[in-house]
């Protein structure tokens, strides 16, 4: 059994020290972003950024996966999905899988680092590491993506990241029902404190979340339209365009006069 010290604990010395990190982290994918000197250095970054994530996001998958237990080793958490899509963003630069990047992570990824689900030893058992290691990884990637490589999100972004995390709930719904689990709380609160303790019993959380997401998510969708587009394209750097093709390329233009 652990004892209190043991255990991690929400807003303590270790939970601190994990935002600390986050935050360096992030003003330094910001400035990496902006550092490359081309399209070649970019695109060279970004793959090796985004195979690192899925591999990360791999091990820990099949560590899940030992012993199986039907209510925590199937990747359907909206997390398993969101580190997926990241890495591949970071990998292809498809305009869609920023989509998800940018509102999935930024969103939600993030509530991880306000009302961590973690219930494991602390610093430094694996379980700890693993979890703030995936976390932090894709929202380091919304956050190289948007603001380090300037990428820009839109209301067809907005449309594809809505009707993708619809179903997604209609998925893990129908599974939590029929398997008695309990994927991405859809079916029940979680047993740790978070955000929707104050949002009503179930089902009515459910509304209220999705009414809070979605309209956060217009929100970070609106003021993009009034941001110049005159350095990138609305999609990241594609793998062709380091070798000169021009298809879809997140080519940087010119400024205008």
């Known amino acids: 059994m652990?004892?209190?010290?043991?255990?991690?604990?929400?807003?303590?010395?270790s939970h601190w020290v994990v935002v600390a990190i986050f935050a360096v982290g992030a003003v330094a994918f910001i400035a990496i972003g902006r550092s490359h000197k081309d399209v070649a250095s970019a695109v060279r970054f970004s793959k090796i950024f985004g195979a690192t994530t899925f591999i990360l996001y791999l091990i820990i998958l099949i560590y899940s996966l030992i012993p199986f237990r039907?209510?925590?080793s199937i990747p359907l958490q909206l997390s398993d999905f969101a580190a997926v899509?990241?890495?591949?963003?970071?990998?292809?630069?498809?305009?869609?899988a920023f989509a998800l990047t940018y509102y999935w992570c930024l969103v939600l990824s993030t509530q991880a680092l306000i009302s961590p689900a973690l219930q494991s030893p602390d610093f430094p058992h694996h379980e700890f590491i693993a979890f703030w290691a995936i976390h932090l990884a894709v929202v380091w990637a919304a956050i190289y993506?948007?603001?380090?490589?300037?990428?820009?999100?839109t209301w067809k972004s907005y449309g594809i990241a809505v009707g993708a995390t619809l179903a997604w709930a209609a998925v893990t719904f129908t599974f939590n029902t029929l398997a008695d689990t309990n994927y991405g709380f859809l079916n029940g609160k979680p047993q740790t404190a978070s955000l929707l303790d104050y949002m009503g019993p179930w089902p009515v959380y459910l509304l209220?979340?999705?009414?809070?997401?979605?309209?956060?998510?217009?929100?970070?969708?609106?003021?993009?339209?009034f941001v110049s587009a005159d350095r990138y394209d609305t999609e990241p750097p594609r793998p062709e365009s380091a070798s000169g093709g021009s298809g879809g390329e997140y080519r940087r233009r010119a400024k205008s006069a």
């Open 145 to 153: 993506l948007t603001w380090g490589l300037r990428t820009r999100p």
């Open 208 to 225: 209220f979340a999705a009414v809070i997401v979605f309209a956060t998510w217009a929100l970070m969708t609106w003021p993009w339209k």
């Open 2 to 13: 652990l004892t209190a010290q043991d255990e991690f604990s929400a807003y303590g010395v």
């Open 70 to 72: 039907i209510g925590s």
């Open 85 to 96: 899509t990241a890495a591949y963003a970071l990998w292809s630069r498809r305009s869609w």
